[in-house]
């Protein structure tokens, strides 16, 4: 028996949108700590983990370790019929071949029910190991969003570079090139304006901007994202959901392939 | 005489990948040119797509947004000519038509069309039924004189779509019946386009045993000389042995690459030689008058050359041009025919290029003129006025030599250039006004709207030179404050990025992990002594068993043991939303053992069972 009353609906609302262009259908895993998920995209390059720990549920029930395969395409079409204000709650039998969402008006008048049916989906959790970042980014997410769309036009890699002058976002394309620099600023008025650089060693690697920009689906999540770089690992772009768990996006670094040599 | 048909997909994008109209157009050297699928909508025609110099255009759009079908389809057809009025070029239409069925007006500001009558042949169709099949924009017919050409998208039905079937049957038998009433006539046709059938097996990639008896394809046979019809297959006529000559191939899967394809572009010829006095034996439009025929391969996307880009699942791909190739032919021995001008189908006339719709130096020119009449004192009587809209023509021609006279005053034209969306009503009135100091000033207007052409084409190029050198007027344009709002943050980043970079940090490093090769034992590491360099690696080594774990759940292909690509199932039905596997490669001649192997594995994923 699986039961999790989130009040804060929106959230898993905002969740399902900032992963459901990139992964297909995936496994949630629910434990006695918390709901969470790992997936890779088609391509099998990128990978998704999400986590919402328990304290974040209002009501947090799960009797034991429960995998619900789910698309998430479906599941985003039903949590859409979910008002932005509304109480979700996820019911799952054990062993069950559905998912049941409820939603609830905030004034309790009216009480919707969505059934989805569940998948069989084979996957290996792939047990993501610590490490420690050569440099860490922190930046206003719409600010890195904005970064990535506009790259996006120009070229189809961003080159991202953070030295001690601060992170550096370039990019290249037939119509010419392009660079945005940010300088670590945390004198700012909101603290989640702030751009701060935690540089222990310089890097820099190139990234596919398809990937970039499909991460940042996430933006409404939350308003600061951090990027944590090492040359020989694949990057995390990080948003956090709420205090109760986050959302990371992990991508492989592309190596520089030789130039075109157009006829 | 050239003639050329050519499926552009898209008559922005071609045009935007010539950067100009005239530039696509010129690139065939021909004479007539038919467009299909321009996918343009009739409010979208503007000058800059429907109007090149030297050049007359017809064109039709679809005119239903049934299935959400707008910017759909739609045709054109492009005819150089030296003059546009009092002509004996051939190239220059006689008359034109939109659509099949007679029905279609495109220019009722004409007035007298106000009740269109249906085509000859057409009679025992009911009206609506007839206007239905006609609102998709398939077909503008041009009478050339000698011959009149039918330019025709048909429409492409898949085997069990029984509406769009009918709705393919329909189309085919009214053109029939057109060209046969043409032909009674002792009229000559000339049908263009990409008709969606290829007649027979060898224009087929790889046809199955049932090829040839689908009935639109028997429908194509029947229309052949060869087969007790009228008609000629000018290319097969040519070339009848020529194998594995194709001009459209599937941009979906790659198909270009190994040349998978299928001949449904064609130039059809019907009719008799302008020859006269010998007996008819041996002679037909064909054989005395067509000169020859070919496929312009040069204008296939996938270039032998670039091998290297392989299709990859069309990962990364980006194939520039149409998904068609264009078919030309040429035909010789054809005299003038008598003096005519441009019909009123052309698209200079259209109220979306001539009435509302103004160029620059058109605007510029009127604003000029009313300048010019307030120099000369000439004084403005109301009564006047009317006779601004009834003699547009006449007006732009004087406009032209009046601005010729004085040369263009650069602040003008970049004023108007930022007031030309809410001018309108202004100009409206300054055309007035200027109409009257043509009528009053320039009694003796030359009539040759080709010449106009040449003039307008001139001052907007001396425009645009001017324009380019405007920097000393940046003032003017600061004070235009909407426009640049976007443009003031995207700069803000650029101009940043002057600061000083350290050179040995921007280079990139070389990275150890790969998106496509599972092999990185190659991978170099440092031997560190403190525990977080000890941590790192260890994270290190997951991560590349992680990343190997990633790329070996990714089937390999049974023909080339390559990573197959992921595809989803879109078509409605139990399977609707699937994800499954496929070789990556471009389809081809299953022969070749390069091509997709046509392997197919479901992911694994499915719904629970009940």
């Given at each position: 028996?699986?039961?999790?009353?989130?009040?804060?609906?929106?959230?898993?609302?905002?969740?399902?949108?900032?992963?459901?262009?990139?992964?297909?259908?995936?496994?949630?895993?629910?434990?006695?700590?918390?709901?969470?998920?790992?997936?890779?995209?088609?391509?099998?390059?990128?990978?998704?983990?999400?986590?919402?720990?328990?304290?974040?549920?209002?009501?947090?029930?799960?009797?034991?370790?429960?995998?619900?395969?789910?698309?998430?395409?479906?599941?985003?079409?039903?949590?859409?019929?979910?008002?932005?204000?509304?109480?979700?709650?996820?019911?799952?039998?054990?062993?069950?071949?559905?998912?049941?969402?409820?939603?609830?008006?905030?004034?309790?008048?009216?009480?919707?029910?969505?059934?989805?049916?569940?998948?069989?989906?084979?996957?290996?959790?792939?047990?993501?190991?610590?490490?420690?970042?050569?440099?860490?980014?922190?930046?206003?997410?719409?600010?890195?969003?904005?970064?990535?769309?506009?790259?996006?036009?120009?070229?189809?890699?961003?080159?991202?570079?953070?030295?001690?002058?601060?992170?550096?976002?370039?990019?290249?394309?037939?119509?010419?090139?392009?660079?945005?620099?940010?300088?670590?600023?945390?004198?700012?008025?909101?603290?989640?304006?702030?751009?701060?650089?935690?540089?222990?060693?310089?890097?820099?690697?190139?990234?596919?901007?398809?990937?970039?920009?499909?991460?940042?689906?996430?933006?409404?999540?939350?308003?600061?994202?951090?990027?944590?770089?090492?040359?020989?690992?694949?990057?995390?772009?990080?948003?956090?959901?709420?205090?109760?768990?986050?959302?990371?996006?992990?991508?492989?670094?592309?190596?520089?392939?030789?130039?075109?040599?157009?006829? | 005489?050239?003639?050329?048909?050519?499926?552009?997909?898209?008559?922005?994008?071609?045009?935007?990948?010539?950067?100009?109209?005239?530039?696509?157009?010129?690139?065939?050297?021909?004479?007539?040119?038919?467009?299909?699928?321009?996918?343009?909508?009739?409010?979208?025609?503007?000058?800059?797509?429907?109007?090149?110099?030297?050049?007359?255009?017809?064109?039709?759009?679809?005119?239903?947004?049934?299935?959400?079908?707008?910017?759909?389809?739609?045709?054109?057809?492009?005819?150089?000519?030296?003059?546009?009025?009092?002509?004996?070029?051939?190239?220059?239409?006689?008359?034109?038509?939109?659509?099949?069925?007679?029905?279609?007006?495109?220019?009722?500001?004409?007035?007298?069309?106000?009740?269109?009558?249906?085509?000859?042949?057409?009679?025992?169709?009911?009206?609506?039924?007839?206007?239905?099949?006609?609102?998709?924009?398939?077909?503008?017919?041009?009478?050339?004189?000698?011959?009149?050409?039918?330019?025709?998208?048909?429409?492409?039905?898949?085997?069990?779509?029984?509406?769009?079937?009918?709705?393919?049957?329909?189309?085919?038998?009214?053109?029939?019946?057109?060209?046969?009433?043409?032909?009674?006539?002792?009229?000559?046709?000339?049908?263009?386009?990409?008709?969606?059938?290829?007649?027979?097996?060898?224009?087929?990639?790889?046809?199955?045993?049932?090829?040839?008896?689908?009935?639109?394809?028997?429908?194509?046979?029947?229309?052949?000389?060869?087969?007790?019809?009228?008609?000629?297959?000018?290319?097969?006529?040519?070339?009848?042995?020529?194998?594995?000559?194709?001009?459209?191939?599937?941009?979906?899967?790659?198909?270009?690459?190994?040349?998978?394809?299928?001949?449904?572009?064609?130039?059809?010829?019907?009719?008799?030689?302008?020859?006269?006095?010998?007996?008819?034996?041996?002679?037909?439009?064909?054989?005395?008058?067509?000169?020859?025929?070919?496929?312009?391969?040069?204008?296939?996307?996938?270039?032998?050359?670039?091998?290297?880009?392989?299709?990859?699942?069309?990962?990364?791909?980006?194939?520039?041009?149409?998904?068609?190739?264009?078919?030309?032919?040429?035909?010789?021995?054809?005299?003038?025919?008598?003096?005519?001008?441009?019909?009123?189908?052309?698209?200079?006339?259209?109220?979306?290029?001539?009435?509302?719709?103004?160029?620059?130096?058109?605007?510029?020119?009127?604003?000029?003129?009313?300048?010019?009449?307030?120099?000369?004192?000439?004084?403005?009587?109301?009564?006047?006025?009317?006779?601004?809209?009834?003699?547009?023509?006449?007006?732009?021609?004087?406009?032209?030599?009046?601005?010729?006279?004085?040369?263009?005053?650069?602040?003008?034209?970049?004023?108007?250039?930022?007031?030309?969306?809410?001018?309108?009503?202004?100009?409206?009135?300054?055309?007035?006004?200027?109409?009257?100091?043509?009528?009053?000033?320039?009694?003796?207007?030359?009539?040759?709207?080709?010449?106009?052409?040449?003039?307008?084409?001139?001052?907007?190029?001396?425009?645009?030179?001017?324009?380019?050198?405007?920097?000393?007027?940046?003032?003017?344009?600061?004070?235009?404050?909407?426009?640049?709002?976007?443009?003031?943050?995207?700069?803000?980043?650029?101009?940043?990025?002057?600061?000083?970079?350290?050179?040995?940090?921007?280079?990139?490093?070389?990275?150890?992990?790969?998106?496509?090769?599972?092999?990185?034992?190659?991978?170099e590491q440092d031997q560190g002594g403190s525990s977080a360099k000890q941590k790192n690696n260890s994270a290190l080594m997951e991560w590349q068993r992680i990343q190997n774990l990633m790329q070996s759940s990714i089937p390999l292909c049974k023909g080339h043991k390559e990573a197959c690509v992921s595809r989803v199932v879109k078509k409605p039905g139990p399977t609707f939303g699937r994800r499954f596997y496929v070789c990556s490669r471009a389809e081809g001649p299953s022969s070749n053992p390069e091509a997709n192997c046509g392997y197919f594995k479901w992911a694994s994923s499915k719904f629970r069972d009940k």
């Amino acid at each position: 028996m699986l039961e999790l009353r989130l009040v804060q609906g929106s959230l898993l609302k905002k969740v399902l949108e900032s992963i459901k262009d990139l992964v297909n259908d995936a496994n949630f895993d629910c434990s006695s700590t918390g709901f969470s998920l790992q997936a890779m995209d088609s391509s099998h390059v990128a990978l998704v983990s999400l986590l919402l720990r328990s304290e974040g549920f209002e009501h947090y029930r799960c009797d034991r370790n429960l995998s619900m395969g789910m698309n998430l395409g479906n599941m985003s079409k039903m949590l859409r019929c979910a008002g932005n204000d509304d109480i979700i709650t996820i019911k799952a039998d054990d062993g069950g071949d559905t998912v049941t969402f409820m939603f609830e008006s905030p004034t309790q008048d009216k009480i919707a029910d969505f059934e989805m049916k569940l998948m069989d989906i084979d996957s290996e959790h792939l047990g993501i190991p610590d490490a420690e970042y050569h440099s860490i980014v922190r930046m206003p997410s719409n600010e890195f969003s904005r970064i990535c769309k506009d790259l996006s036009t120009i070229g189809d890699t961003v080159v991202i570079s953070v030295t001690k002058e601060g992170v550096k976002f370039s990019t290249a394309g037939d119509i010419g090139t392009a660079n945005i620099v940010l300088r670590q600023n945390t004198t700012v008025d909101k603290p989640e304006d702030a751009i701060v650089i935690e540089m222990n060693e310089p890097v820099s690697l190139s990234f596919a901007l398809r990937y970039m920009n499909s991460f940042t689906k996430a933006t409404p999540l939350s308003d600061t994202v951090t990027i944590s770089l090492s040359s020989e690992l694949p990057v995390v772009v990080e948003y956090k959901v709420a205090e109760m768990g986050y959302i990371r996006y992990y991508l492989a670094p592309k190596i520089e392939e030789e130039k075109d040599t157009k006829p | 005489m050239k003639l050329v048909t050519y499926n552009v997909n898209g008559l922005r994008q071609r045009v935007s990948q010539f950067d100009l109209l005239l530039k696509l157009l010129d690139s065939f050297d021909a004479d007539i040119i038919c467009f299909q699928e321009t996918k343009l909508r009739r409010q979208e025609l503007t000058a800059d797509l429907a109007i090149a110099d030297g050049y007359e255009s017809f064109f039709s759009c679809t005119r239903t947004c049934e299935k959400g079908r707008t910017g759909y389809s739609g045709v054109a057809t492009f005819c150089r000519v030296k003059s546009a009025s009092s002509s004996c070029e051939i190239a220059l239409p006689v008359a034109a038509e939109e659509g099949l069925t007679g029905l279609v007006n495109s220019n009722s500001r004409n007035g007298k069309n106000e009740t269109s009558t249906v085509a000859e042949g057409l009679e025992e169709y009911e009206k609506e039924e007839l206007l239905r099949i006609d609102q998709e924009g398939r077909c503008v017919i041009t009478d050339h004189g000698h011959f009149v050409v039918f330019n025709v998208y048909g429409p492409r039905a898949v085997a069990d779509d029984t509406e769009r079937i009918e709705f393919k049957h329909k189309f085919y038998d009214i053109l029939e019946r057109r060209w046969e009433c043409l032909l009674r006539r002792g009229r000559r046709v000339v049908v263009v386009g990409d008709l969606n059938i290829a007649p027979f097996a060898m224009d087929r990639c790889e046809a199955g045993p049932d090829f040839e008896k689908n009935e639109f394809r028997k429908w194509f046979r029947s229309l052949l000389v060869e087969r007790g019809g009228s008609f000629s297959d000018v290319f097969r006529s040519k070339h009848p042995e020529r194998k594995d000559a194709f001009t459209c191939w599937s941009s979906s899967t790659g198909a270009e690459q190994f040349n998978y394809g299928s001949r449904i572009d064609h130039i059809l010829v019907a009719g008799s030689c302008l020859h006269q006095n010998e007996d008819k034996q041996g002679h037909s439009f064909l054989a005395c008058h067509v000169n020859e025929c070919d496929i312009l391969t040069e204008y296939k996307r996938f270039k032998n050359e670039n091998m290297t880009t392989r299709w990859k699942g069309g990962l990364g791909t980006k194939l520039k041009g149409s998904d068609h190739v264009p078919v030309f032919t040429s035909f010789d021995d054809l005299p003038d025919i008598p003096e005519h001008n441009t019909p009123p189908l052309a698209s200079r006339y259209l109220p979306m290029i001539y009435g509302f719709q103004q160029t620059l130096v058109s605007v510029f020119m009127k604003r000029r003129a009313n300048e010019e009449a307030k120099a000369i004192e000439v004084s403005c009587s109301s009564s006047m006025q009317s006779n601004a809209t009834s003699s547009c023509g006449d007006i732009s021609t004087g406009l032209l030599r009046n601005c010729a006279l004085t040369g263009i005053s650069p602040e003008k034209s970049c004023s108007f250039e930022r007031e030309s969306t809410c001018s309108v009503t202004e100009v409206d009135t300054v055309a007035s006004r200027g109409s009257t100091v043509v009528n009053l000033s320039d009694r003796i207007y030359v009539s040759s709207v080709r010449a106009e052409n040449t003039s307008r084409d001139g001052n907007r190029k001396k425009a645009r030179k001017i324009q380019s050198s405007q920097l000393s007027l940046k003032s003017f344009f600061t004070t235009n404050s909407k426009v640049n709002i976007g443009g003031d943050t995207s700069s803000s980043y650029v101009s940043s990025s002057q600061s000083s970079q350290d050179e040995s940090i921007s280079e990139p490093n070389v990275s150890c992990k790969e998106d496509n090769e599972p092999t990185i034992s190659t991978q170099e590491q440092d031997q560190g002594g403190s525990s977080a360099k000890q941590k790192n690696n260890s994270a290190l080594m997951e991560w590349q068993r992680i990343q190997n774990l990633m790329q070996s759940s990714i089937p390999l292909c049974k023909g080339h043991k390559e990573a197959c690509v992921s595809r989803v199932v879109k078509k409605p039905g139990p399977t609707f939303g699937r994800r499954f596997y496929v070789c990556s490669r471009a389809e081809g001649p299953s022969s070749n053992p390069e091509a997709n192997c046509g392997y197919f594995k479901w992911a694994s994923s499915k719904f629970r069972d009940k």
